[in-house]
């Protein structure tokens, strides 16, 4: 009977041992490290962002068999001679989206309800993903651009299984261009040519003219950017005008099947006989996505002005002029279309 119990107070003891063994084994343990994988590297080096706009310079990094998320910082910041760079370290006050813009808003009011103001560097890499990103408020009165030779900068990745450091990258930001498209030359900033020309012209005539010799093209149109300066309203806008060969003033109303409404992202639309002009929000667009008044990359306004005629008393045609464009600088901007090589012809053909 003793021999009994001697056994099961050794089984006892063995297995509250077995038990105390395990708890240390466990507490001194190491915990489970994310894995760094030495191949993983940033796929661009070369910078050449162009300033006054935002800038979201993406799918730059190769992560391979990291665990994720990594975290990014920029860990150094000079000009290409060495010196301190203040103008992309220091803080300022840049406007962000708090929420989704979707081009869906129905009112300024609920546009500017989605973005406001925080301090931030102005070159920064987004802390998951390694995107690097020049703020809108980087403009060449401070800050270097081409030809300048620009910026270095170093970029540090980490995560709990290790760290690399990745240096040498180069940031030599292009010159800002206020409006797209533009004859701007990059490096002086000089516009070689004051106007451009529309996407596409379909089926419009020069005035009195019906045959193959009367077809508009896109040549024949030249669209200029202007701002008014002299505008004081606190509401930002957008303005379009049309112009005779002569500069005479012709009423948008004659663009009798635009879509007026839908046009541009704008509100409170008024038209005279002189431009059609809407409140909006600035930059345009609002932000790269596609919506209904982009193209299709969601990069630039898509904006088609168009009517109808009756073409040798039979059939009616669909006239259209189409213009891609962007504008990056709030004001009050007007785009006149002039149709510099003949008038287009509205009046029916019998």
């Keep these: 009977m003793k021999r009994k119990r001697n056994n099961i107070c050794g089984w006892c003891i063995g297995v509250l041992g077995g038990c105390l063994l395990q708890s240390c084994v466990d507490n001194f343990l190491p915990e489970s490290l994310d894995s760094f994988d030495k191949d993983a590297a940033f796929t661009q080096t070369m910078y050449r962002p162009v300033l006054g706009r935002n800038n979201i310079l993406s799918d730059n990094f190769s992560a391979g068999n990291s665990t994720q998320p990594l975290t ?22 840049v406007r962000v989206w708090k929420s989704p813009y979707l081009g869906t808003e ?10 406001g103001y925080e301090n931030r560097s102005l070159l920064q890499v987004r802390k998951h993903s390694g995107e690097v990103i020049l703020w809108a408020n980087a403009r060449s009165s401070f800050v270097k651009c081409d030809p300048d030779s620009g910026y270095i900068f170093d970029i540090r990745a980490v995560n709990s299984g290790g760290w690399k450091e990745y240096t040498g ?68 806008t957008l303005t379009f005008r049309f112009m005779t060969k002569d500069y005479e003033p012709i009423s948008p109303q004659k663009f009798s ?46 904006v088609v002005f168009s009517y109808d ?42």
């Design 257 to 302: 099947r635009t879509d007026w409404t839908n046009l541009v992202h704008g509100f409170d639309m008024e038209m005279t006989d002189d431009y059609v002009r809407y409140k909006v929000a600035y930059p345009i667009p609002l932000y790269e996505l596609p919506t209904r008044y982009t193209n299709k990359d969601g990069d630039k306004a898509h």
């Design 106 to 115: 129905t009112s300024l009011e609920e546009i500017e309800a989605k973005r």
């Design 72 to 93: 990014f910082t920029i860990s150094r910041v000079v000009r290409h001679d060495g010196g301190e760079a203040p103008e992309l370290t220091d803080e300022f006050p």
């Design 309 to 350: 005629r009756l073409m040798r008393g039979t059939y009616r045609v669909r006239a259209s002029m189409a213009f891609d464009f962007a504008i990056y600088k709030e004001g009050h901007w007007e785009i006149i279309f002039v149709f510099s090589e003949g008038n287009p012809e509205f009046r029916d053909n019998y």
């Design 169 to 236: 990258f180069r940031l030599i930001p292009k010159r800002e261009r206020d409006y797209e498209p533009t004859s701007m030359d990059e490096l002086t900033g000089v516009i070689t040519e004051d106007f451009v020309h529309p996407l596409s012209v379909r089926g419009m005539y020069k005035e009195g003219t019906s045959g193959f010799f009367g077809v508009m093209n896109e040549e024949d149109i030249k669209v200029y950017f202007r701002e008014d300066l002299e505008n004081t309203s606190k509401d930002n």
